[in-house]
């Protein structure tokens, strides 16, 4: 299964600072270990024109340059630097190229993306552009290319935060679905409607999530029938999370994470995932919550693999 890092490419954070930037090169570590059969490779930079696709020129040509307005950058929450837009860049890069390979492959991943605050034309919450967005148009774009059908793409959005930067940049197209299962007394608190929000209380544990979990995707089944998913598996839900809000156990969580695959693979769907957030009291504890997501994700991506085996033996 092929899997996309930009672990390299790090922001000069000021001291203290709560982004833990450290965990995409302890997971890249951890998942060398787990899972030796992944393939590696660098996740590229996003061209102008891919970003554009779901950001106005003008806030890609401020990223680029450093021009961006105070207020954007304060949302933002990183000092503007070169290496930030780099990042920022590559972090798209690699969820598109998880999505190229997922198109032929059933599923692959991304070590880092799932930036679903950033809109159009500013960004937040530590998501400078929406990777999801951008590969999504990409994919659709991609797929018009021998078909006269429009690809039907879902989003699951499992980050605790709700995907406020996806649902606006998806808010008229019924080509998307957007389906966010989140904390509702948490950032953003201004929140934008996706197709399907479920905003859970504070304190929510394992029996509760994971109905939710249920119900959301049999809802996105029923309503929509995608034909391509991206899955954002974020994991501040963890109990462990200092932003999160919920209390989902370890178990819980690969449970979350079973479940979703499970449902992919129930209807053929290819799955394209990537990590979004996840801040926990000790960093070992996240970086091992998204060791478990990689982990189940290989058990589905062996399924598919045996299938195109059976299929051209």
Known sequence: MQAFYADHFVLP???????????????????????????????????VGELALAHTPAYIRAVAEGTLAHDIQREIGFPWSVQMAERAVRSVGG??????????????GSLAGGTHHASAERGGGFCVFN????????????????SREVLKVGIVDLDVHQGNGTASIFATDPSVFTLSIHAEKNFPFRKVDSDLDIGLPDGCTDKHYLAAVDEALAQ????????????????????????????????????????????????????????????????????????????????SWQRWQNKASRQFA
């Open 13 to 47: 954070l000021p001291e203290g600072h709560r982004f833990p930037m450290a965990k995409y090169r302890l997971l890249r570590d951890a998942l060398a270990l787990a899972l030796p059969g992944l393939e590696w490779g660098e996740a590229p930079a996003a061209s």
């Open 131 to 146: 990777d999801l967005a951008v590969a999504a148009r990409l994919m659709q774009a991609e797929h018009a290319r021998h």
């Open 220 to 299: 996105m089944w029923s309503r929509f029938q995608p034909q391509f998913v991206f899955y954002l598996a974020g994991a501040d839900p963890h109990e462990g999370d200092r932003l999160g809000r919920l209390k989902v156990s370890s178990e819980g969580m690969r449970e979350r994470d079973q479940r979703v695959f499970d449902w992919a693979w129930e209807h053929r769907l290819p799955v394209a995932f990537c990590m979004g957030g996840g801040y926990g009291r000790q960093i070992e504890t996240t970086v091992a919550v998204q060791v478990q997501t990689w982990q189940v994700a290989f058990s």
């Open 95 to 108: 969820t598109i190229a998880a999505a190229r390979a997922a198109s032929s492959q059933g599923l692959a």
